[in-house]
C-alpha cells in the first residue's frame, strides 16, 4: 500500500498528466491510430495474400475466429480482407505503397518517442532504423498472430495475453531504442515497456469481450464499412494507453533517478499530499450538499 500510494500521489500523478499535455496526447493518439489503419489493413492483405500461397489460415477468417464475430460483423471483415483486394495477389506497386504507409505510421511512432523524451526530431535521417523496425513490427505481429492462434479459445484468451505481454515488452523497449537512434537507452525505457505491456494484456483482454459487440453493431448501421470504423476505435484505444504508458513510463525513470540520487519525498509529505486531496474531497461535497439542500423545495406542511 505504501508503494501504491508513492506512486500514485498527487504531485507524481500531475506531472504524468502534464507530460501527456505536452506531447498532445489525444491528437497524438488519433495520428497514431489513422496511420496505423492505413498501414496495418494493406500489411494484413499482403499477409493474407502469402498465407493462401502457402496453405495457411485466411486472416479475415483468423479476426473472426479470434473476436467470435457473427452475422454482420463478420461480414465487413470478410469484405474487407477478402473482398477488398487480398485475392489479387502481390504487386510492385502495391508493396511501395504499402512501405510508405507503414513508414508514415514508423515516422508518427519516431515522433511519439521523440516528444516524450524530449529529442531533436531527426525526420528520414533515421529511414534506415525506420525499416529495420518495420520489419520487426511485422514479425512481432505474425508471432502474436501465431501465439493467439495456438493459446486462443480460453476464456478471455487470458494465457495468450499473458505469454504475449513479455514479447510486447521487449518490442517496445527495443523500438524506443531504435526509434531514437540510440539516443535514449534500453534501461530507461524499461518503465515504458512494463507499463504499456501491462495495459496493452489488459486492453486485449477487454477488446475480446467488447468487439464483438462494436463489429456487430458498425457493420449492420454502415455496412462493410462498418468495419473500418470498428477498428479505427480499438486502435484509437490501443494508442491512447501507448500514448499514455510513454507519458508515464518517462516520468518514471525520472522518479527512479531522482531516488537513486536521494531525492525521494519522505512518507509524511505523501501523507500530506493525500490529506489535503482527502480535504479537498471532502470540502467539495459538503458544498455540493449544501446546494443541493438549498435546491430542494420546501416540503408541504401537513394538512389540518
Known amino acids: 500500500m505504501r508503494t501504491l500510494t508513492f506512486w500514485l500521489r498527487p504531485a507524481f500523478a500531475l506531472r504524468v498528466v502534464n507530460r501527456f499535455q505536452r506531447i498532445v496526447g489525444f491528437d497524438r493518439s488519433m495520428a497514431l491510430a489513422s496511420s496505423a489503419l492505413t498501414a496495418l489493413i494493406p500489411l494484413a492483405v499482403l499477409l493474407a495474400s502469402l498465407l493462401r500461397h502457402v496453405g495457411g489460415a485466411d486472416v479475415a477468417q483468423r479476426l ?9 460483423g463478420a461480414e465487413a471483415v470478410r469484405n474487407l480482407f477478402v473482398g477488398g483486394g487480398a485475392e489479387t495477389g502481390i504487386n510492385l506497386l502495391g508493396i511501395f505503397f504499402l512501405v510508405l504507409s507503414t513508414l508514415s505510421f514508423e515516422r508518427a511512432t519516431q515522433r511519439l518517442i521523440e516528444q516524450s523524451w ?3 526530431p531527426l525526420g528520414v535521417r533515421n529511414t534506415r532504423n525506420g525499416l529495420r523496425w518495420i520489419l520487426v513490427l511485422t514479425v512481432y505481429l505474425a508471432v502474436a498472430g501465431w501465439v493467439h492462434a495456438a493459446l486462443g479459445g480460453r476464456p478471455l484468451e487470458l494465457l495468450a495475453n499473458i505469454c504475449q505481454a513479455p514479447l510486447t515488452a521487449v518490442f517496445l523497449v527495443w523500438s524506443g ?5 540510440r539516443r535514449v537507452g534500453w534501461w530507461d525505457l524499461v518503465p515504458f515497456g512494463l507499463v504499456a505491456a501491462a495495459l496493452a494484456a489488459v486492453y486485449s483482454v ?9 463489429f456487430n453493431s458498425y457493420a449492420t448501421r454502415y455496412g462493410p464499412v462498418g468495419a473500418v470504423f470498428a ?3 480499438f486502435l484509437f484505444g490501443g494508442m491512447l494507453l501507448l500514448v499514455g504508458s510513454s507519458a508515464l513510463g518517462r516520468e518514471m525513470r525520472d522518479e527512479l533517478d531522482r531516488i537513486r540520487q536521494g531525492q525521494r519525498p519522505p512518507d509524511d509529505e505523501v501523507r500530506r499530499q493525500w490529506a489535503a486531496v482527502r480535504s479537498q474531497m471532502e470540502e467539495r461535497w459538503r458544498a455540493v450538499r449544501q446546494e443541493i439542500t438549498r435546491r430542494r423545495p420546501p416540503k408541504d406542511p401537513p394538512a389540518g
Open 206 to 214: 477487454g477488446a475480446g469481450v467488447y468487439m464483438p459487440h462494436l
Open 118 to 120: 524530449e529529442l531533436a
Open 231 to 233: 477498428m479505427i476505435t
Open 64 to 72: 473472426i475466429d479470434r473476436y467470435g464475430l457473427t452475422g454482420g
Open 177 to 181: 531504442t531504435v526509434l531514437s537512434a
